[in-house]
């Protein structure tokens, strides 16, 4: 059976969602996932499993399907009034009209936007992004001369399973979606990563430097997963 005819078929069980496959070489079993940014439902098939198994799998699966959305938190879109924490802190989006003014400006608690209402969703997020990098790229360098390492390179990415990464390299990569939890969770996934540049596990010795560096750790990891869909519902 063709993926075609598996999401053809996926359609009359209305699962609620628009369906994506993605076969997996690394998959050892057939699996579900809920893309909170995308509102989409992922199913994943390892390597040799005919699509029909999957499409068998996601007629048992409807009521978790059907759990899993409803849990989803409403989508927050990027147009003028809409209001948007960054750094935790609530902003509302409010169009500029001066001339003379940026294309987008952070003041006093607006994010405030020069251009036609089409342009709005892009220039924000894109500026959005860039205060992402520079936060993250601040903190982390910071922490990490602190344990006395080198970062090579801080990116910002829109990632969908991990908020951060390390690489032997000594670049980090932060999810730009971080820009709108609370200060203190942003500070605690910058220290996870950082202490990857020692500690390139997570073992024992890395969670003591993870503490070190963002004490208390165990509350904002609590947080992102109580808040993970709330954080993808932005934008």
């Known amino acids: 059976m063709a993926f075609e005819d598996v999401r053809r078929q996926a359609a009359a069980l209305d699962l609620g969602a628009p369906l994506s496959i993605r076969v997996s070489a690394r998959a050892r079993r057939i ?3 809920i893309d909170a940014a995308e509102r989409r439902v992922e199913l994943v098939l390892p390597r040799g499993v005919p699509a029909s198994h999957g499409l068998r799998f996601l007629a048992t699966k409807r009521g978790w399907i059907a759990s899993r959305l409803r849990a989803l938190h409403p989508p927050v879109p990027f147009v003028e009034g809409a209001i948007i924490p960054l750094l935790g802190v609530p902003h509302r989006i409010r169009r ?4 003379a003014a940026p294309p987008v400006a952070i003041v006093a608690g607006e994010i405030r936007v020069r251009g036609e209402p089409e342009h709005l969703t892009r220039r924000i997020r894109d500026h959005i992004v860039a205060v992402a ?13 602190g344990i006395g390492k080198d970062v090579a390179r801080v990116s910002v990415r829109d990632t969908k399973s991990r908020w951060g990464s390390c690489s032997g390299r000594a670049s980090l990569s932060f999810s730009w979606r971080l820009i709108f939890a609370p ?17 390139m596990n997570h073992g024992p010795r890395f969670w003591r430097l993870v503490e070190s560096l963002s004490p ?3 509350g904002p990891r609590g947080w992102l ?9 932005y934008g």
């Open 31 to 33: 699996a579900l996932r």
């Open 183 to 199: 200060e203190v969770v942003i500070d605690y996934v910058v220290a996870h990563e950082v202490a990857h540049l020692a500690e």
């Open 133 to 145: 990098r520079k936060e993250f790229t601040r903190r982390a360098r910071r922490l990490s001369a």
């Open 216 to 218: 208390g750790s165990a």
């Open 96 to 99: 500029e009209f001066d001339p």
């Open 225 to 233: 997963k109580r808040h993970r869909n709330q954080l993808f519902s």
